[in-house]
């Protein structure tokens, strides 16, 4: 069975970091894009970051241009989203996901693969 497994979540105050993890097991993931996704309350889900199966090509959303990085290590099938100098408006669900195309993630193209999702909560 695919899964894309996601930690790392929690509560943090503004100005903190945080590191969320997404292991994929069942399959080779090594060859995929890699991206993360969000969905803040009573919002609809958003992308925020891509990264390419080398590894070379990343994308991010303006929103979080600057202070979040995304990193993937294919021979542990994971992807990490680095989370610096976080605001409230960063509070949300957060979404791995995996695609064999990697415009499919940065053009939110109904990637073939998603995590269950993790909460991270920035208070004020």
């Known amino acids: 069975q695919v899964q894309l497994v996601q930690a790392g979540g929690g509560s943090v105050q503004a100005g903190g970091s945080l590191t969320l993890s997404c292991a994929a097991s069942?399959?080779?993931?090594?060859?995929?894009?890699r991206g993360w996704f969000r969905q803040a309350p009573g919002k609809e889900r958003e992308f925020i970051a891509a990264?390419?199966?080398?590894?070379?090509?990343?994308y991010f959303a303006d929103s979080i241009k600057g202070r979040f990085s995304i990193a993937r290590d294919n021979a542990k099938s994971e992807v990490y989203l680095k989370m610096s100098n976080l605001k409230p408006e960063d509070t949300a669900v957060y979404f791995c996901?995996?695609?064999?195309?990697?415009?499919?993630?940065?053009?939110?193209?109904?990637?073939?693969?998603w995590g269950k999702g993790i909460r991270v909560t920035v208070s004020s």
């Open positions: 069942g399959r080779t993931f090594s060859r995929y894009a």
């Open positions: 996901a995996a695609d064999h195309n990697y415009f499919n993630i940065i053009r939110f193209e109904q990637p073939g693969y």
């Open positions: 990264i390419d199966w080398t590894g070379a090509t990343e």
